[in-house]
Every structure is written in structure tokens, then in C-alpha cells.
């Protein structure tokens, strides 16, 4: 048999497999901790009074809600230095119309076509933000407070939990397979198909059914994006079952962010299957010869219908736990109880069901029946409701309140704002002219940033600030922070509005190059006002990594050196009566000072030896 490539890879996998499980039977105890840090004393284990290994060991074997939630927050850190780079890339190379900084970078990366990395980056970067970053890093603090605040010992399925995080790092080895695989000569270059893996480009040509993209790092996208989805399920069904089977808070205690949570988690169950079955599907196209997505099958457009009665669906999986974190942050930093705390809920359950409504809403120049189009305008003008009903309650919560501008307000007020941006033009595209004359242009580019990293990275920031005290046990550099923000707001709006404008003046989204230089007249006034915006929105990209910078840098620093919470209520919570459950947890863990763990154990040395 001839040794191919992909024969060794295949071979390495399974000497890895092989390894990993061998590894993991040497380990006497990994499944006999107790998952409650602090509970149990590890009775008949060999580590004695020990809850949990130490070192490389724990994070790799542990299955306490709080470990994971700080692996998925790692992670998250990971994935947004990834994504975050192919986004600079991309901006770098629309500075000039023509194609030129990418043919450089595609030289070092072993020849891929500038054109090709840029498709590549586009992919990459659409995936890795909304799968790989945003939601996992609201899952890192679900993991975290949710069995806090619902008084739960720890997830329903701890190990469920873990191995739903584990699947993650492999799923993003395959999505990014082909930056590393392009280099060794293997054959698999970064799939350049946008995130939406329309067919045909994904699936076969209509004439003789060849393959538009024979290349194999399509189908390992494909497959890194189905394990990505199986850990999305598992980790949606585990917050749904924690929070409805082992929550010891009655219903009416239920705080607003599990309340996001849970919804998320119901919308996800419906959704990702069926991504899951959708991209199978795909990948028996592309492998096995069925017809599903080809014009003599069940054509292409249906390939639009189910990614998009997944993808708008998604689009609120991601948004709902950031729009729990402003409902839980903007009172505490008001001094204010939620206003309409009741309506909130509801909006959040109206926001769940009404999501699955809409998803046609991205089909509108398919060429769909009209009157079905305008069914499908008409629930999307709805599903603005519940979205305004949450902003007027965080508007009224601020209002006459006392406000004290912490970075996790700072951040949440600045989410706001580009909740509203990111709304209204949102409400814009739903309605058919307009997006006749706006689809896949940069305008909608510009909607869709301000809600992904407008709306949910800003809150997401917001938490991280919010509870750096308590899993770290250390207080954040507050002047850093501040940068931190101005920096991100100041860039986003910057990017964003070009963007906006660029899509106005008829710039298409995805493309790499805009060279109107060949075309005479009116042309070249148009290709100038490119350039500018392009300059305009790379500048400010460029302004928004320098504040990421600062957040790794502050993050880092503080976690290492910051000044120690020597105080249960670093917010002042208590004054206003918004001490919530996992602040009293977080006191209790302080004053009695238990350790929870191999980390913990070495700073309370460390703490004592200081003394
Ligand atoms: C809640 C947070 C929201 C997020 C995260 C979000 C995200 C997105 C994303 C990622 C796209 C681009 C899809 C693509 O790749 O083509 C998009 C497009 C779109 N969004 Fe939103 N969106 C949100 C809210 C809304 C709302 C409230 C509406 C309308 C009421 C809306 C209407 C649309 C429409 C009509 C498009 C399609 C535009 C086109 O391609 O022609 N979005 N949105
Ligand atoms: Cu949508």
C-alpha cells in the first residue's frame, strides 16, 4: 500500500490516541476527587487530604466547574489572538486596492496565493470569533457562576463539562489545520469558503459534478466545525440541566444571567443538530457522491435554508449571555434593582423563540417567493421588540441612579451604545428594499461587528473586569483598564461607521481586492473613496488591537502581581443589597481560607511566608 500523507497523518492520530489513553489509565485517581472544591477529603484515595492532583495533571484531568471555566477562559484568550490576527491581516491588505500584502505573507506561509490566504483569513477569522471565541468565552463564565448562583454543587454532568471542553482545542487543531499543513507540503490550505459554506462553491459544480474545492482543509473545517457544535450541544444541555435540576434557589429567585443562559442553552439545543446534520451532509457531497446540495439534488439554495435556520439562531446563542451580563452588571454599578426585572425574562424567552422565525431574513436576494419574504420581514421587524423592551430597562435602570463608572460599567455602557447602532441597522437590513440594495455589502459588515464584537465583545470584556477578583484573588490595574476601553470604543466606532459608509457607497463584502484603476471616470472617484474608508476602518482596527494588547498585559500582569482582594465585596455590593450568591461564596472561600487546589495551596504559602 502506498504511504500517503494523509496515511501518516491518520497513523500519528492513532499513535497519539493510543498515547493519550495509555497516559490517562497511569493515572491511579484522575476520576476520584471530589468535583466540589473544598468538599470531600479525597477518603481511600492515595493523594490523602489532597482534593485534587497538582501541576499539568489537574487542569488536565479536573472536572470542577470553576477549573473549567478558567481552562475555557485560557482558551477563549487563545482563540481571540488567533481570530484577532487574521482580522489585522485582512485590514492591512485593503489598505491598497491592489493585491500586494498578501502575496508576501502567503510566501512565508509556503505559497498560498494571496487571494487564497485572504479567502483563507476570512474564513478563519468568521469562524474561530463567533464558534471559538465568543461562545466559548461566555461558557467559561457560565461555567463558572452559574452553579454559584443557582446554589448548585457543581454542573450536572461534570465530566460531561470537561470532555465538552476538551473537544474544543482538537476542533480548533482541524479549523486551523491548514496554516500549519500548507507549510509542510502536505496539500491542505486554509479553507477559503466564508462561514457560511454556501454550495456550490462548497459542494459539486452543477456541470459533471466535479469538485469546486477539492481542497481536504475544506473538509477538515467541516469536520472541526461538527466537533466544535457536538461540544456547543453538550455544554448547552449540561447549563440547561443545572439549572433545572440542580438549582436549590426557588424559580422566582433565578437570577437574570441564568436566565440568559438557560434560554441560550434551549436555543442551542435545536440549532447546532442542526448544523451538525447539515455539514454531514455536506461532507457526504463532497466525499461519498450523494446529491444534496447539487442542482440535480436537493439544489443550493437548500444548503441556505438550513445553515440559516442554524445561523440566525446562533446569532442570539451568542448574544443572549452577554445580554444577561448587562442586566446583571448595569444594576450593581446604578445602585439600582433591574427595572422590570419580569419583562426582561420574558423578552429573553420571546428573543429564544422568535429567533428560529427569521432566518430567511439572509435569503431575501435568493429570489424567494415574495409573499414568504415578506412574512419573513415582518417577523424580523418583531424580534426588534424584545431587543428594545431590554434596552429601555437598562436605560431606566441607569437612570437616576448613581453610577459609578468601574471599567465592567464602562464596558457595559459602551455595549449599549453599540447595541443600538448594531439594532437599528439591523432593523434597517430586515426590511426587503433595503437589503436589496445593502445585501453583501459592507454595510453589512458593519451591522454585524457592532453586534459581535460591539454589543457581545464589550460585555463579555465587561465580565471578565467584573470577576477578575474573584477567580483570580486579585484586583486588576485600574488606569490600564480605562485604556483598555477608550482604546476599544474609540477603534470600534471608527471601523464600524467606515464600514457602514463603505457599504453605502457599494463596496462588496469579501473580496480581497478593489482595483478600479483599469475603469475610467466616475470610477476612479469611487476607487479614492475606497481607499479612504479602507485606511479609515484599518486605522481603527489598529487602535482596537493596541487596546486588546493592554487587556493581555493588564490581565497577565494582574494575575500575577496585582494587589490581593483582601475584601469578600470588592464592588461594594453590600451597600446597595446586591450582594449576590457567588460574592457570598467567594467571601466564605476568603475568610476560611480552604484551599481549592494545587494553585491556591502555593499562593496561600506563598501569602504566608509573606507575613
Ligand atoms: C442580536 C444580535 C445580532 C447579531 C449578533 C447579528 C449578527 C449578524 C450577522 C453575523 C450577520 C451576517 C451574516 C452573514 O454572514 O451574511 C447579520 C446579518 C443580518 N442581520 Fe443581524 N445580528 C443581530 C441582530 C439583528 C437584528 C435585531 C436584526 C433585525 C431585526 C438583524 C437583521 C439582519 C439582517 C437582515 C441581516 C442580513 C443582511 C444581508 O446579508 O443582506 N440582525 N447579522
Ligand atoms: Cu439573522
Do not use: C
Request: glycine fraction near 12%; avoid cysteine; charged fraction near 10%.
Amino acid at each position: 500500500m502506498e504511504l500517503t500523507p494523509q496515511l501518516v497523518l491518520a497513523l500519528l492520530m492513532g499513535v497519539l490516541l493510543v498515547a493519550v489513553a495509555g497516559w490517562l489509565t497511569r493515572l491511579e485517581d484522575w476520576r476520584s476527587y471530589s468535583p466540589v472544591g473544598g468538599g470531600g477529603h479525597g477518603e481511600g484515595t492515595a493523594h490523602g487530604h489532597a482534593e485534587k492532583p497538582s501541576g499539568l495533571t489537574r487542569w488536565l484531568t479536573t472536572v470542577d466547574h470553576k477549573d473549567i471555566g478558567i481552562l475555557y477562559l485560557v482558551y477563549s484568550v487563545v482563540t481571540l489572538v488567533g481570530g484577532g490576527l487574521a482580522a489585522l491581516l485582512m485590514r492591512f491588505e485593503l489598505v491598497t486596492p491592489k493585491m500586494d500584502f498578501l502575496n508576501t505573507v502567503g510566501g512565508i506561509l509556503g505559497g498560498i496565493g494571496g487571494a487564497t490566504l485572504y479567502n483563507g483569513l476570512l474564513t478563519t477569522h468568521g469562524i474561530t470569533m463567533l464558534f471559538l471565541f465568543a461562545a466559548p468565552l461566555a461558557f467559561a463564565f457560565g461555567n463558572y457562576v452559574i452553579p454559584l448562583l443557582v446554589d448548585a454543587e457543581d454542573m450536572a454532568f461534570p465530566r460531561v463539562n470537561a470532555i465538552a471542553f476538551w473537544i474544543l482545542p482538537f476542533a480548533t487543531l482541524l479549523i486551523w489545520a491548514g496554516y500549519f499543513l500548507k507549510p509542510l507540503g502536505i496539500g491542505v490550505i486554509p479553507a477559503p469558503t466564508s462561514w457560511t459554506m454556501y454550495a456550490p462553491l462548497t459542494g459539486k459544480a452543477a456541470a459533471g459534478g466535479q469538485l469546486f474545492m477539492p481542497n481536504p482543509g475544506v473538509d477538515l473545517l467541516l469536520l472541526g466545525l461538527h466537533l466544535s457544535g457536538i461540544s456547543t450541544t453538550m455544554g448547552g444541555i449540561n447549563f440547561i440541566a443545572t439549572i433545572v435540576a440542580e438549582r436549590n434557589v426557588p424559580w422566582t429567585d433565578v437570577d437574570i444571567f441564568s436566565w440568559t443562559v438557560l434560554t441560550t442553552g434551549g436555543i442551542i439545543l435545536f440549532a447546532f443538530p442542526l448544523l451538525g446534520a447539515a455539514l454531514i451532509m455536506l461532507l457526504l457531497d463532497r466525499n461519498f457522491g450523494t446529491t444534496f446540495f447539487t442542482v440535480e439534488g436537493g439544489g443550493t439554495i437548500l444548503w441556505q435554508h438550513l445553515f440559516w435556520f442554524f445561523g440566525h439562531p446562533e446569532v442570539y446563542i451568542l448574544v443572549l449571555p452577554p445580554m444577561g451580563i448587562l442586566s446583571m452588571l448595569i444594576p450593581k454599578f446604578s445602585g439600582r434593582k433591574l427595572f422590570g426585572f419580569k419583562f426582561v425574562v420574558y423578552s429573553t424567552l420571546a428573543i429564544g423563540v422568535l429567533s428560529f422565525g427569521v432566518w430567511a431574513h439572509h435569503m431575501f436576494t435568493t429570489g424567494m417567493d415574495p409573499r414568504l419574504r415578506a412574512s419573513f420581514m415582518a417577523v424580523s421587524l418583531a424580534i426588534a421588540i424584545p431587543s428594545a423592551v431590554k434596552t429601555f430597562n437598562w436605560i431606566t435602570t441607569m437612570w437616576n441612579g448613581k453610577i459609578r463608572l468601574t471599567a465592567p460599567m464602562l464596558f457595559s455602557i459602551g455595549a449599549l451604545q453599540n447595541f443600538i447602532l448594531g439594532g437599528v441597522t439591523g432593523v434597517f437590513l430586515a426590511s426587503i428594499p433595503f437589503d436589496l440594495l445593502m445585501h453583501d455589502t459592507y454595510y453589512v459588515v458593519g451591522h454585524f461587528h457592532f453586534m459581535v464584537f460591539g454589543m457581545i465583545g464589550f460585555a463579555l470584556f465587561a465580565a471578565t473586569y467584573y470577576y477578575f477578583p474573584m477567580i483570580t484573588g486579585r484586583l486588576y490595574n485600574k488606569k490600564l483598564a480605562q485604556w483598555h476601553f477608550w482604546l476599544s470604543i474609540i477603534g470600534a466606532n471608527i471601523t464600524f461607521i467606515a464600514m457602514m459608509i463603505l457599504g453605502y457607497g457599494g463596496m462588496p463584502r469579501r473580496y480581497a481586492t478593489f482595483d478600479l484603476s483599469m475603469v475610467a471616470g466616475n470610477h476612479q472617484a469611487l476607487q479614492s473613496f475606497f481607499v479612504s474608508a479602507h485606511g479609515i476602518a484599518t486605522l481603527g482596527a489598529v487602535i482596537m488591537a493596541v487596546g486588546q494588547i493592554i487587556w493581555l498585559w493588564n490581565v497577565v500582569q494582574s494575575f500575577r502581581s496585582g494587589k490581593r482582594v483582601e475584601d469578600g465585596d470588592p464592588w461594594n455590593l453590600k451597600t446597595t443589597g446586591q450582594f449576590t450568591r457567588e460574592w457570598a461564596w467567594f467571601e466564605q472561600k476568603l475568610q476560611t481560607k480552604l484551599p481549592d487546589g494545587g494553585e491556591e495551596e502555593e499562593e496561600a504559602d506563598a501569602a504566608q511566608s509573606a507575613d
